[in-house]
C-alpha cells in the first residue's frame, strides 16, 4: 500500500512539495485550515485529472470556491509538466511513499494515494470493465 512520509526524514520516494509539479497549491496559513485545503487540493487533483483545466485554472477556481489561499511558493506547473509528474505516481509501486513537509498529520499526499488506488483499479479492470459511475473520488465533496 503506499504511503506518506516527510521530507524531513527521507529523501526516498515521489517527492511532492511545492517545489515540485506535484505540489500543494493552497497554503496552511493555521492549523484549523488543514482538513479545508486539503479537501481543496482533492478537487484541485479532481479537474485537472478529470475535467482537464490546467493546474493553474483549477487552483484559481478552487480557491476562489473555497476561501483558500495559493502559496506563493508554488510552482505553478503547465498541464504538461503536472502530467508528466503525474506519470510518476501512475507508475509507481504498490509501496510508494509520497514525500511532502506535513506528515503525520493530513497532506495533500493522501490524495494522491487515493487517485493512484483508483487508477490502478482503472488498468486492473481494463477499459471494457471500467464503471464510469465510480468516477475519481476527489470530485465527491
Same mark, same amino acid.
Given at each position: 500500500?503506499?504511503?506518506?512520509?516527510?521530507?524531513?526524514?527521507?529523501?526516498?520516494?515521489?517527492?511532492?512539495?511545492?517545489?515540485?509539479? *506535484?505540489?500543494?497549491?493552497?497554503?496552511?496559513?493555521?492549523?484549523?485550515?488543514? /482538513?479545508?485545503?486539503?479537501?481543496?487540493?482533492?478537487? !484541485? *487533483?479532481? *479537474?485537472?485529472?478529470?475535467?482537464?483545466?490546467?493546474?493553474?485554472?483549477?487552483?484559481?477556481? &478552487?480557491?476562489?470556491?473555497?476561501?483558500?489561499? &495559493?502559496?506563493?511558493?508554488?510552482?505553478?506547473?503547465?498541464?504538461?509538466?503536472?502530467?508528466?509528474? *503525474?506519470?510518476?505516481?501512475? /507508475?509507481?509501486?504498490?509501496?510508494?511513499?509520497?514525500?511532502?513537509?506535513?506528515?503525520?498529520?493530513?497532506? !495533500?499526499? /493522501?490524495?494522491?494515494?487515493?487517485?493512484?488506488?483508483?487508477?490502478?483499479?482503472?488498468?486492473? &479492470?481494463?477499459?471494457?470493465?471500467?464503471?464510469?459511475?465510480?468516477?475519481?473520488?476527489?470530485?465527491?465533496?
Amino acid at each position: 500500500m503506499p504511503s506518506v512520509g516527510n521530507l524531513k526524514d527521507t529523501t526516498i520516494g515521489i517527492k511532492c512539495d511545492r517545489t515540485t509539479a *506535484l505540489g500543494n497549491p493552497f497554503e496552511i496559513r493555521n492549523e484549523e485550515e488543514r /482538513d479545508r485545503v486539503c479537501d481543496g487540493f482533492e478537487k !484541485h *487533483l479532481f *479537474l485537472i485529472t478529470q475535467c482537464f483545466c490546467s493546474p493553474v485554472d483549477a487552483a484559481k477556481r &478552487v480557491a476562489e470556491e473555497m476561501g483558500l489561499v &495559493v502559496s506563493p511558493a508554488w510552482i505553478r506547473p503547465t498541464g504538461e509538466e503536472f502530467a508528466i509528474a *503525474l506519470t510518476e505516481i501512475d /507508475d509507481s509501486p504498490d509501496d510508494a511513499v509520497f514525500l511532502c513537509d506535513c506528515s503525520p498529520k493530513r497532506c !495533500h499526499c /493522501d490524495s494522491y494515494i487515493t487517485y493512484r488506488l483508483w487508477w490502478k483499479e482503472i488498468l486492473r &479492470v481494463g477499459a471494457n470493465g471500467y464503471d464510469p459511475s465510480r468516477p475519481y473520488p476527489g470530485g465527491e465533496k
